[in-house]
């Protein structure tokens, strides 16, 4: 699959990560990429191991087209994929990581 990285995320990443020098988080994020990368479809990543150790989860309700993964107990990265809704996981190809989320998890 094809990561591509919002501003959004750029702009979080280094506000809550690099700034606040949290290396165990950066390592998972870099972690998560590779899963990611490793993978040519979503099916195939849902179908994995590695959906329960990074705890890839597709949001529910209004925000049913992001997926979210954990990177630590209070940060969560969420993504979306670059195709509309409905969709099926074969046809997601390429996902953009949208922003670091600690507003209901608190700081990381």
């Known amino acids: 699959m094809i990561i591509i990285k919002s501003k959004n995320y750029l702009k979080d990443y280094d506000k809550i990560i690099k ?16 899963v990611i990368n490793a993978f040519s479809n979503m099916q195939e990543l849902f179908a994995s191991p590695y959906k329960d150790v990074y705890n890839f989860e597709q949001k529910k309700g209004n925000l049913k087209e992001f997926f979210t993964v ?3 107990s209070k940060l969560r990265l969420i993504m979306k994929p670059l195709i509309g809704y409905p969709y099926n996981y074969i046809e997601i190809v390429e996902i953009e990581f949208v922003n670091i989320d ?7």
Request: hydrophobic share 20%.
């Open 102 to 108: 600690d507003t209901h998890y608190g700081e990381g």
């Open 19 to 34: 700034r606040k020098h949290l290396v165990k988080e950066e390592n998972r994020i870099k972690d998560i990429e590779k």
């Open 70 to 72: 954990r990177i630590n």
